[in-house]
């Protein structure tokens, strides 16, 4: 069913230790066509900036042997007055959201030009965590403060030039609706779909993110990627691997294999999932 991954991180990314030559013949023995290195561009501070350089000069490299592998970045969107803070110390130590100053700004680490001057390809926007409430010492808050703000967030990402595929939908690493996806409403599910469809950007199927969920959860997720689909968008495939390629997190299997049972309960078929085009990339 699935024949391409687009969010892979390599050991250029803080979290991951991943060899581009790992990648490539784990890929290449899943039998996928094409793949993209997404390895983490979260602030504009140095350490992300020279990963993100570092990443996209040794996939450059390994193309030469892998032609089917990809540049790409995983961007998350950060508060702006942070991001301007980083912009003039250099550094995110110290930073406190000066009294009256704009919470809900939002901004991704590098614009098109540097990304496209690395060689980069495409983009993955994704949301991680509040940035409303970054430098004020204040917490996640409540599950509808949380679920507004994570909504808030995709809708942007959503509308910005840079993304090319929006990664992981509704991920919060503690988000409460991993117990009942159903309790997002509609009205923020078509809301956020329709800016997708209407953007022309794709939405991602990560396996790091379903298998994270319950049984259930896994069913309702796959669901709502069906409906994703059948409303025009195209779903394209990320295994976010970050120490193992395309493992299912228990170290026992494959992950495009281990989703493959709730994928298909909620319809998907092959030819369903989307390969990345030559039109679709910088
Ligand atoms: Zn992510
Ligand atoms: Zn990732």
Known sequence: MIQSDFHIHSEY?????LKLSE????????????????????????????????????????????PFMLSGVELTPIQKTQFDYIAKHGTREGYVLPTGADRYGL?????????????????????????DTIGTGEGDGDTESLMRELFRQQLWL???????????????????WYQDFSMIPRTMQ??????????????????GVMLRFEERERYQYAEYLREMLESGIRITFG????????????????????????????????????????????
């Open 13 to 17: 990314s803080y979290d991951a230790t």
């Open 23 to 66: 990648i490539a013949e784990g890929a290449a023995a899943c039998g996928f066509t094409r793949i993209g290195i997404t390895d983490h561009a979260n602030y504009n501070d140095p350490p992300f900036l020279s990963d993100a350089r570092r990443s996209a000069a040794a996939v450059k490299e390994a193309q030469k042997k892998y």
């Open 107 to 131: 901004e991704l680490a590098m614009t098109k030009e540097e990304m496209v001057s690395l060689g980069m390809r495409y983009a993955i926007g994704a949301s991680h965590w509040r940035t």
């Open 158 to 176: 959503a509308q910005d030039e840079r993304v090319t595929i929006l990664g992981h939908p509704w991920f919060h690493g503690r988000a409460p």
């Open 190 to 207: 078509n809301e956020l779909c329709a800016a997708l469809l209407e953007n022309g950007k794709c939405a991602e199927c990560n396996t």
């Open 239 to 282: 295994s976010d691997s970050h120490k193992a390629y395309n493992d299912n997190r228990k170290g026992t299997g494959r992950g495009d294999i281990e989703i493959e049972k709730y994928l298909l309960a909620a319809g998907f078929k092959d030819g369903d999932f989307y390969t990345l085009r030559d039109e679709d990339l910088w």
